[in-house]
């Protein structure tokens, strides 16, 4: 392993005060009609999100693995401090790559799916990125359905979200689901996919610290 490597994770949004209070935008919830989500049949999009993350932070503890969660525990920090603390640690602490952890909505509540994202252009982030997918679709690729941009030759979707054009390391935003779809939040709910999710992005940051 690489000791001068390090990954800086995102847990996206806000999650559960000490009072149980969830403090993030209202977008970022969902009611479905049934079923049991983080808050009776609520899914709290920033709460499975910190699921994820700390299940990564974990195995890349037990592997040895240098890595900062740049989120908060529940508060719901600004993009612009998130990105300064990671930059700050990549250029004094040791050299990394940024994940951002999400799970997706549609105004439809219909569409469902896997995603992940870089910024315009060709950098290393795509490179991240196709680790990525190749992951996630080896290890879930039967369960989940995996949406594709491949217009310009690789998976990833492009856009100028402020974790990735703001951060000073390759990044890649991940949506794993959609929280507002009543099959895509059940899988989310389900701790096998998590885990399932969590190996798949601990196998990209071996890929990213490897090959890079």
């Not at 999650?15 to 149980?20: A, F, I, P, V, W």
């Not at 679709?137 to 941009?149: N, P, S, W, Y």
């Not at 991940?174 to 798949?200: G, T, W």
Request: charged letters at 30%.
């Amino acid at each position: 392993m690489k000791d001068d490597f390090c990954v800086y994770l995102d847990a996206g949004h806000g999650g559960l005060d000490k009072n149980g209070n969830y403090v993030t935008a209202p977008s970022k919830q969902y009611e479905h009609t049934s079923g049991k989500f983080h808050n009776g049949r609520w899914f709290y999009e920033g709460v499975w999100n910190r699921t994820l993350t700390d299940r990564v932070a974990e195995k890349l503890k037990e592997l040895g693995i240098h890595h900062v969660v740049v989120s908060h525990e529940y508060l719901d920090v600004s993009l612009h401090y998130r990105v300064d603390k990671a930059n700050w640690y990549h250029k004094n602490y040791r050299k990394g790559i940024y994940i951002s952890n999400h799970a997706n909505a549609s105004g439809s509540h219909s569409a469902r799916g896997f995603e992940v994202y870089t910024t315009p252009g060709t950098t290393n982030s795509d490179k991240v990125a196709e680790f990525h997918w190749e992951n996630v679709k080896e290890i879930l690729g039967d369960r989940i359905r995996m949406r594709a941009d491949s217009g310009d030759g690789d998976h990833d979707k492009e856009a100028r979200f402020f974790v990735l054009t703001k951060t000073a390391m390759p990044a890649i935003l991940v949506e794993h689901l959609f929280f507002d779809n009543y099959e895509d939040a059940k899988l989310l709910m389900d701790d096998e996919i998590i885990e399932r999710f969590a190996e798949a992005e601990v196998r990209t940051v071996i890929d990213a610290m490897n090959k890079l």
